[in-house]
């Protein structure tokens, strides 16, 4: 007797919204792989940065845009100033690009926001558009801010 084929199962496709739970814990540990990766290559990075110093010319190159422009990028100093903070010096990595060191408590805890929604298997939306023109303001404002000459003791690495 013959069998009717109804076809091909179709299954929902695309991601799942942002406060969906994952099916199961073998999702839920599926979804950790990303942050946790990204904290063993800043990790990995942190280290390398804190045993060859970024001090000594020529140890990693240099900034393009100085090198072409003289002008001083928002990054500039940062890998400094993440050397200076590797070695708990916050006064050194403050004199090499304050913008990071403020930065870096933010990044953490955004870090941390991602672990803590993968591990209970929910997704992290995207920034909202305003988040994004702040960072963009803040970081043009402080690059336009540390080339002023009355700001350069303050802001220049």
């Known amino acids: 007797m013959p069998t009717v084929d109804d076809g091909p199962q179709v299954l929902p496709t695309g991601p799942l919204p942002s406060d969906a739970p994952a099916s199961d814990a073998a ?13 063993g290559v800043v990790a990995a990075a942190t280290v390398l940065l804190a045993v060859r110093d970024p001090h000594v010319t020529g140890s ?9 422009t003289g002008i001083l990028c928002p990054a500039c100093g940062g890998l ?10 916050l ?3 403050w004199s090499m690009n304050p913008l990071w060191v403020l930065a870096v408590p933010l990044v953490v805890a955004l870090w ?16 909202p558009t305003w988040a994004a023109w ?6 043009v404002g402080f690059g336009v801010a540390r080339n002023l000459p009355v700001l350069a003791p ?3 690495p």
């Open 91 to 93: 006064a050194g990595a």
């Open 134 to 139: 702040l960072l963009l303001v803040v970081v």
């Open 27 to 39: 999702g839920r540990r599926a979804s950790l792989v990303a942050p946790l990766v990204t904290a």
């Open 60 to 68: 990693y190159g240099g900034c393009p845009l100085f090198a072409l």
């Open 154 to 156: 303050w802001l220049a």
């Open 112 to 127: 941390g926001r991602w672990v803590a929604r993968a591990a209970r298997g929910r997704r992290v939306g995207p920034a």
């Open 80 to 89: 400094r100033a993440t050397h200076d903070l590797a070695h708990a010096d």
